[in-house]
């Protein structure tokens, strides 16, 4: 019998690599194209990559600060002091939205009619509507239109609302900041109704009636038996809900608020750096997506079942 | 449940307010803070929608809210383009609904549904007749697509993706009529435009990067998870930014690209990376022995994939997929941001008018029902669907 090799175009393990290599010449071939573009396009507007300007004097004020301020501080202080601020809103919003969140999927699974359509309205109208027209509205249609300072709307006695935003006795809230963060709650809360809901209708119906028939409260074995079997099924989605709401927070700039894309944003109408304050935001977001993803996921592995 | 027995020998409306409303002392509670809270806000609505709200700013602009500043006179190509939109849409409904949907009454509540809007809304004449046309073509669409759903269900996608062009061509103009540039479609006609331009775009490439983050080839699987990785840590609007500011600064000088067609390319990049994640979840939930089978039959890897795996996977993660849809839909209001007059573009720069200023629960009260009546319908639709593929 001859032993004779099929031709190498016949070989799939040619075409394995071949291919490889094919993609990466490609990818390289594009990739120079299109930094030589870049190079020439910015010599010719005459700024050289660097990121020198982030020592440069930023010149600009920004509405609400967390830590101390002025328009003579560095490009670097304003990003970080936007940074902070949208650490203030993620943090804010995660949490509230979270309480929202779980409280609608609950109620939609209520046995009481009404609490079930009105979370089903809820989460029917926030989830099929754009975020940034629920910002706008918010801040335009409810915030700005309410009275002025002087004669402000007393809530329970020691909550003022007006114009100037929401005060309680020991700090105030701006409106910017309150409207995006309930903006970002309600809608996120709807999609998180879902996913809880979700998440409790996959727990097998035996848990209930064996919950039950040990004599539990329906309050009790929601917390105890059910809920947290649920928790298995929606953390992960939970995980990128969170994920999304950080990055939607930079939806801020419609309305004003000084977080770190608006703050970045006019660092490069300043300066030009195109290049560098995008490599700077994809940074943050990283960073920012990365320690939630961490934060979940060891969370995750707590309520996993532990398996030898 | 757990019914009472009582309850049954009762009236049945007395037993069901009983059982879903009363059931325990802590029901009847949440029932009554429930109506109270109802009650409350309902009567804030209607007392600020009849005496403070001022309603003009939708009635004087409605047609800015709709197609913007698309010349009046050519108004018949946009009539043209949703009554094929419409009437493809129908004959797909008819050919996926398997009820016999068409009986007396609904068609008694479509004549109404229609009678009422040719009534209340603010047109002219000849606007009011294009309206019927359009009513009639939905009606009749959905009929024969009820009636010949075996003849016609294998072509439809083609001629959905042959009524694209034919829609690009009558809004834009070119070869023979008059061109219409893209700085004057506005409003909704954009917002639709837009959805509809990057869905179709974003989908194969969707496709394609799902395959190669499954490839057992190491190079092509680690260029795919680094774009999939790094779009998705972006926000849309830093993407949007890049696609406005950056790719011309990555383009060579002589290449000039629309601000539509580069808000376009931004959406699509973005939209490929959630894609490609979707339709990896239905590739990995095709069990191995599929195409394990498919090369036993004597198929190569990529006829194998494009005959038997992609349909399956595709299949499994429709509802993923609309709900991709949704979204982007819903994204396409960033655009406003990025100076492009969509239907939130057209809102703000109408509130931006003097004689409108301050209207503004009134303007983004009206486009959120808009996006709301295209969302929730085409969930709506998802879910049929999803129905209909598991009977």
Excluded: H
Excluded at chain 1, 241 to 256: D, E, H, M, P, R
Excluded at chain 2, 72 to 94: D, K
Excluded at chain 2, 225 to 244: D, M, N, S, T
Excluded at chain 2, 276 to 284: M, S, Y
């Amino acid at each position: 019998m001859t032993n004779s090799k099929p031709p190498i175009w016949r070989d799939q393990r040619f075409w394995r690599i071949a291919g490889q290599f094919l993609a990466v010449f490609l990818t390289a071939v594009v990739i120079t194209m299109l930094w030589g573009n870049l190079n020439r396009n910015l010599q010719q507007l005459g700024i050289q990559f660097g990121f020198n300007f982030l020592k440069q004097q930023a010149s600009f004020d920004i509405g609400e600060t967390l830590i101390r301020y002025n328009p003579s501080d560095t490009y670097s202080r304003a990003l970080w002091v936007g940074l902070i601020n949208s650490l203030r809103v993620a943090v804010a919003g995660i949490f509230f939205s979270t309480i929202v969140g779980v409280s609608a999927g609950i109620g939609r699974l209520s046995d009481n009619w009404l609490v079930r359509n009105i979370t089903l309205v809820y989460v029917e109208i926030f989830r099929n509507t754009p975020l940034l027209l629920q910002l706008l509205f918010w801040y335009f249609a409810v915030f700005i239109s309410f009275p002025k300072a002087e004669n402000k709307i007393s809530l329970w006695g020691f909550i003022g609302i007006s114009q100037n935003g929401v005060e309680f006795p020991w700090f105030t809230l701006s409106p910017e900041f309150s409207a995006l963060v309930l903006g970002l709650i309600f809608y996120t809360g709807a999609f998180i109704a879902e996913i809880v809901r979700g998440g409790i209708q996959s727990v097998p119906k035996g848990q209930w009636e064996a919950g039950r028939s040990l004599g539990l409260k329906p309050g009790l074995l929601m917390r105890l038996v059910i809920f947290p079997q649920a928790l298995r099924v929606i953390i992960p989605p939970l995980t990128s809900q969170y994920l999304n709401l950080t990055k939607n927070s930079s939806l801020a700039i419609a309305i004003g608020y000084p977080d770190v894309y608006f703050v970045a944003s006019t660092t490069y109408n300043q300066t030009g750096r195109a290049v560098e304050v995008i490599l700077l935001l994809m940074l943050t977001y990283l960073i920012l997506s990365l320690i939630i993803s961490v934060v979940m996921n060891l969370f995750n592995r707590t309520v996993q079942i532990p398996e030898r | 449940m757990t019914s009472n027995p009582k309850s049954q020998i009762q009236n049945p409306k007395l037993a069901w307010l009983r059982n879903n409303l009363f059931s325990t002392w802590y029901n009847s509670l949440l029932t009554v803070v429930c109506l109270v809270f109802l009650f409350w806000l309902l009567l804030l609505i209607f007392t600020w929608a009849t005496t403070k709200a001022q309603w003009g700013v939708i009635q004087v602009n409605l047609r800015l809210f709709l197609v913007g500043r698309f010349p009046q006179t050519l108004y018949w190509r946009t009539w043209i383009v949703l009554a094929i939109a419409s009437t493809l849409g129908a004959v797909s409904g008819g050919v996926f609904s398997s009820k016999q949907l068409l009986t007396k009454r609904t068609l008694a509540v479509f004549a109404f549904i229609v009678g009422l809007l040719l009534i209340i809304l603010p047109l002219d004449l000849i606007s009011r007749l294009w309206l019927l046309l359009i009513a009639v073509l939905l009606f009749a669409g959905f009929g024969i697509g009820q009636t010949f759903s075996q003849v016609i269900a294998p072509w439809l996608s083609l001629v959905w993706l042959l009524s694209f062009p034919i829609i690009l061509w009558l809004i834009g103009g070119g070869f023979g009529l008059q061109s219409v540039p893209t700085d004057l479609w506005n409003g909704l006609l954009l917002t639709l435009l837009m959805a509809a331009v990057s869905i179709v775009l974003s989908f194969p490439i969707g496709v394609l990067l799902a395959l190669g983050r499954t490839s057992n080839l190491p190079v092509i699987r680690w260029f795919s998870i680094l774009y999939i990785e790094i779009v998705r840590g972006l926000p849309l609007i830093g993407i949007l930014f890049l696609a406005q500011v950056m790719l011309p600064l990555f383009l060579s000088a002589d290449v000039r690209l629309d601000r539509v067609v580069r808000a376009i390319a931004g959406l699509v990049l973005f939209s490929a990376a959630y894609m490609a994640e979707n339709v990896r979840g239905g590739l990995q939930a095709i069990p191995r022995g599929q195409i394990e089978a498919a090369k036993a039959l004597g198929l190569n890897t990529l006829l194998a994939v494009i005959l038997i795996v992609l349909p399956q996977a595709l299949r499994a993660v429709i509802p993923a997929i609309v709900g991709q849809f949704i979204g982007l839909f819903k994204d396409t209001s960033l655009l406003s941001l990025v100076g492009l007059v969509e239907l939130t573009g057209i809102a703000r720069s109408i509130l931006a008018q003097p004689q409108f200023l301050g209207r503004y629960a009134e303007a983004y009260l009206f486009i959120g029902l808009i996006y709301w009546v295209f969302c929730y319908s085409m969930s709506l639709a998802s879910r049929r669907l999803e129905r209909q593929l598991n009977n």
